[in-house]
């Protein structure tokens, strides 16, 4: 066979095309179409010599599998879905990025859904999405992790699954637990050893199991040390920059004031920051505000957010590799443990409760 430089004019892809197929794959590297396949699929039952030659005329030609077809070829798809339903859009694409590096070199492509779970059509959109796609599975964040129907539906249709909750709902080769109620008692005692008595709690949408569990470990931590969440110091927001500055707004015209107030995400607590402003109040001189999820607007934001640091990202790499890695599922075995626990991270925006 002729190099790879020679008789350059007949290495042209047919038809003119701009982009190579894995049949031109074959006819350049002389070989057939299966053997090409092997290669890209790793099969051991290929000849070293062969595999290089095959290698080098896929790196020429920039050639990329369709991961459709492949599914087609194999009788099961190479794509992995992401159904959300998350208010917060830096959650989204943190988590959207975790999995992207947990598929890295796997040959599976990330595809997402973003839906509505209060929607009448919701769970027959989920189930059209997974099987109009064949997917090889999907990862659930929260809230839709936390809907049980969604789980008993994709068991129905055979689709694998994880889910990523607060808690563990499921079995565990099922689950990634992210412990919101840890960093909830984590918030309150940062808070009570600065000092602080007068205390406010701004919440989440009752339908995501966090706020729950946030609000749980935040009062639980508060009653330790004698003092006790009352239901007037607690706020519903929307886990949305407007509700926190509503939810601020509300809670700085009291009289007397909270000195500190936790919310729920960070998205809140920089509304709550602004709300401080409005009132002419410096935090944290005036007003300590502690946030959860150490997203990027918890630096962005001046003075920069004291918060509970969840390793989303992290959380997503995992999922992917979790749920991509079948046969060691299948063995009950753990490459990682389904544990991340969150951390207290201290900037500026918390302080000494100011004496009155």
């Not at 599914?71 to 959207?96: E, K, T, W």
Request: neutral net charge.
């Amino acid at each position: 066979m002729p190099s790879l430089g020679d008789n350059e004019p007949e290495r042209g892809l047919e038809g003119g095309r701009k982009r190579a197929t894995i049949n031109d794959i074959a006819r350049l590297a002389g070989v057939s179409k299966k053997t090409v396949s092997r290669v890209i699929n790793q099969s051991p039952f290929v000849r070293d010599e062969t595999r290089e030659r095959i290698e080098a005329v896929i790196a020429e030609w920039g050639y990329a599998p369709d991961p459709q077809a492949r599914g087609l070829a194999f009788r099961r798809s190479f794509l992995i879905g992401m159904i959300y339903d998350n208010p917060n859009p830096q959650y989204v694409v943190n988590m959207q990025l975790g999995l992207l590096d947990g598929m890295r070199g796997s040959g599976f492509e990330l595809v997402v859904h973003p839906c509505n779970r209060a929607s009448p059509t919701f769970l027959a959109d989920v189930r059209t999405f997974v099987e109009r796609q064949k997917l090889y599975g999907v990862v659930l964040p929260p809230s839709v992790s936390e809907d049980e129907r969604v789980a008993k539906l994709l068991n129905e249709i055979g689709c694998s699954y994880i889910r990523i909750a607060s808690v563990e709902l499921d079995k565990p080769e099922n689950m990634i637990v992210g412990h919101d109620r840890m960093g909830g008692a984590q918030a309150a005692r940062h808070i009570l050893d600065l000092g602080h008595r007068r205390i406010a709690f701004i919440s989440g949408p009752d339908t995501f199991r966090s706020s729950h569990e946030r609000q749980g470990g935040f009062a639980s931590a508060l009653a330790e040390r004698g003092l006790k969440l009352e239901p007037s110091d607690i706020i519903q927001g929307a886990y949305t920059f407007e509700s926190g500055v509503s939810c601020g707004d509300e809670l700085l015209a009291r009289t007397p004031r909270p000195t500190a107030i936790f919310a729920g995400n960070d998205e809140m607590a920089a509304g709550v920051l602004q709300s401080a402003r409005k009132a002419g109040l410096s935090v944290p001189a005036d007003l300590t505000v502690v946030g959860f999820d150490d997203f990027q607007i918890a630096q962005a934001v001046w003075p920069p957010l004291t918060t509970i640091h969840t390793p989303t990202r992290e959380i997503g790499r995992m999922a992917a590799e979790k749920l991509i890695d079948a046969e060691r599922r299948e063995r009950r075995e753990e490459r990682d443990p389904a544990r991340t626990e969150p951390t207290l991270v201290v900037r500026e925006s918390s302080g000494p409760a100011p004496s009155v």
